[in-house]
């Protein structure tokens, strides 16, 4: 059961975007199935809108990597849909997998930037192949436009030439950043992406992300269990515990008037506090 | 021969607790390798300077010498240890090898022991837990497990090498004051390292930054935390969103960290530094120098104020 108290649950109302550009309606995800099911996602409602930026909080295990895999449609919901534009894309039921013409709108990155690359392939090569699967375009223009793509991230035509091993972690999450933008997306999902890189290099990231958010109109929904990145990076957050979202609201809101035990748990943890 | 570390310092007293604090590379790791005596094991060594511990001269010493330090004088809880217990051993047989590795006790006072051990790490449900296989166990459980080992031999300093970096926040505050509590109780000093600045100002008592394998200010957390004597250092905390206004770009150092083997001539900070000019790029790496009450490693330290505007 989601455990949303009446004040939040108005809160959610009273929030809530009445167009979203990509939404999760009633959102559920099980593993396993009779004794051994797990809920990893129960009953989720998310929605972000063009060009904002949105947080999914929580512990490992709450479910947010699951709800975001669910909206990129890498994961079928057990129950529930995905909707983008107003139009159902993705849903639990069906074999279909997310189609073609609507999976380049919403783009992923991930935790681990050391993993998300392909350690064969030159920096520029790992970008240009995004381009050419999105864009159909040939080699010469295709890799033309990956060393753009890369020089907007800070990555110089010299770092583009370089396998991924060569990169600190800083400049591959900005390398996976560039690939995830290959096909112009209008959605962003970043799973905690600077929870392996260093504090100098997740300020640059952080302001690449606003840069990107603000100039190219790009929604963005930041999945992180720390609280103070989401508090800098977004305008409303979801909070969730063990596949339920426990509270949601305007980040400001949450942050300072936390209505959920959970909620008040995560900001009593953060360092310095 | 490639330097990973060049004019590196710490010190601390009796039951202090002193941070290292630093990015990816720039050798808090190596440099705990140094104080328990494992380099060689990494095909590395001390090529010059010293560690004291108690007195005692430890930089080059037999592997002899060290093995009646390490465990018994310094704890270590190695880094990513979360990893560090062995998924085929229970938990018992791992917790009695540190506990008899020196002592002759018999399997059922060992036994007792570990019991003591993870009831002193505020582990609920010991007998149990001691069945276990780390599978078994959560992140912070397997750390407790971990903390258990480090301390059983009752060592007067432990050394945790990013013991909260793969934890939830929540977890991650009760392994803070767990540490904490132990120190008290156990009379122990404490080095800990972490990349997160936040983390090491909640723990200690000092703190110690690294840049590139050198350490570029050194002292009371209070003092780097409101006027610090070196760029990385202010660096390091305006970059923080904690302190961020949302809206507004974060003021980030430029560039990447200079890393092993590629350290540039000069001060190893000055690519990146606001207040670089020919001296800084023609002198070697500068040495700590006292100034207010810390020490600091720029030749600037007392133009800190035109950083800020």
């Not at chain 1, 949303?4 to 990509?22: F, N, Y």
């Not at chain 1, 990155?109 to 970008?127: K, T």
């Not at chain 2, 090898?97 to 009831?119: D, H, K, N």
């Not at chain 2, 120190?183 to 600045?197: C, F, G, K, P, T």
Request: a neutral charge; glycine letters at 8%; charged letters at 20%.
């Amino acid at each position: 059961m989601a455990a949303l108290t009446s004040e939040a649950e108005e809160k959610l109302q009273h929030d809530a975007i009445t167009d979203p550009l990509l939404e999760g309606r009633d959102i559920s995800v099980t593993f396993g199935r009779g004794a051994e099911a797990l809920d990893a996602v129960r009953a989720a409602n998310v929605a972000v809108d063009g060009g904002e930026a949105v947080g999914i909080v929580g512990e490992s295990g709450s479910g947010k990597t699951t709800l975001a895999r669910v909206l990129v449609g890498l994961q079928r919901p057990s129950a529930g849909e995905v909707r983008l534009e107003g139009q159902p894309i993705f849903s639990a039921g069906t074999e279909q997998r997310m189609p073609r013409s609507e999976r380049w709108k919403t783009q992923m990155i991930f935790q681990d930037p050391y993993s998300s690359l392909n350690p064969r392939m030159r920096v520029w090569q790992a970008v240009a192949e995004a381009v050419q699967v999105w864009k159909s375009l040939p080699g010469a223009e295709a890799r033309a436009q990956a060393l753009q793509l890369l020089n907007a991230m800070g990555i110089s035509d010299d770092q583009a030439r370089q396998f991924p091993k060569s990169l600190s972690g800083g400049q591959r999450q900005r390398v996976s950043v560039a690939r995830a933008l290959a096909p112009d997306p209008k959605v962003l999902i970043a799973d905690e992406p600077t929870s392996s890189i260093d504090q100098s290099a997740q300020a640059q990231l952080l302001n690449l992300l606003r840069r990107l958010q603000s100039e190219r109109e790009l929604a963005i929904i930041f999945i992180s269990h720390d609280l103070g990145l989401v508090r800098y990076l977004t305008t409303r957050v979801y909070v969730m515990q063990k596949g339920d979202i426990v509270e949601a609201g305007k980040t400001e809101d949450v942050l300072e008037r936390p209505q959920h035990a959970y909620t008040r748990l995560l900001i009593d943890s953060i360092p310095g506090r | 021969m490639l330097p990973v570390i060049d004019a590196a310092n710490l010190s601390l007293d009796r039951r202090q607790a002193v941070g290292i604090v630093g990015e990816s590379g720039s050798g808090k790791t190596m440099l705990c390798r140094a104080l328990i005596g494992t380099l060689p094991r990494h095909g590395a060594g001390i090529v010059s300077g010293t560690v004291q511990f108690d007195g005692q001269e430890l930089a080059g010493a037999p592997e002899r010498v060290w093995r009646g330090i390490r465990g018994r004088e310094i704890g270590y809880i190695p880094q990513s240890s979360l990893a560090g217990l062995n998924p085929v051993l229970t938990v018992e047989t791992q917790l009695v090898e540190s506990i008899t590795a020196v002592g002759s006790l018999s399997r059922q006072q060992a036994r007792q022991e570990a019991v003591a051990l993870l009831e002193k790490v505020r582990i609920p449900r010991a007998q149990q837990v001691l069945k276990a296989r780390s599978h078994q166990l959560s992140g912070g459980m397997r750390q407790r497990v971990m903390i258990a080992a480090a301390i059983a031999q009752g060592p007067k300093l432990l050394i945790a090498d990013e013991p909260t970096t793969a934890l939830d926040v929540t977890i991650q505050r009760e392994i803070l004051s767990l540490i904490t509590q132990l120190r008290q109780e156990l009379n122990m000093a404490l080095i800990l390292v972490s990349h997160d600045l936040a983390v090491i100002e909640e723990v200690c008592d000092d703190v110690m930054v690294m840049y590139a394998g050198a350490s570029v200010e050194a002292g009371p957390v209070a003092a780097l935390s409101k006027a610090p004597r070196h760029p990385y250092t202010r660096a390091l905390r305006v970059s923080r969103v904690d302190r961020a206004v949302p809206g507004q770009d974060l003021e980030a150092i430029p560039g990447d960290a200079a890393s092993v083997g590629s350290w540039p001539a000069g001060c190893r900070f000055w690519p990146r530094c606001a207040l670089a000019d020919e001296a800084c790029r023609r002198d070697s790496q500068p040495a700590l120098m006292p100034i207010a009450q810390q020490l600091s490693a720029c030749i600037h330290a007392e133009r800190m104020a035109e950083l800020e505007q």
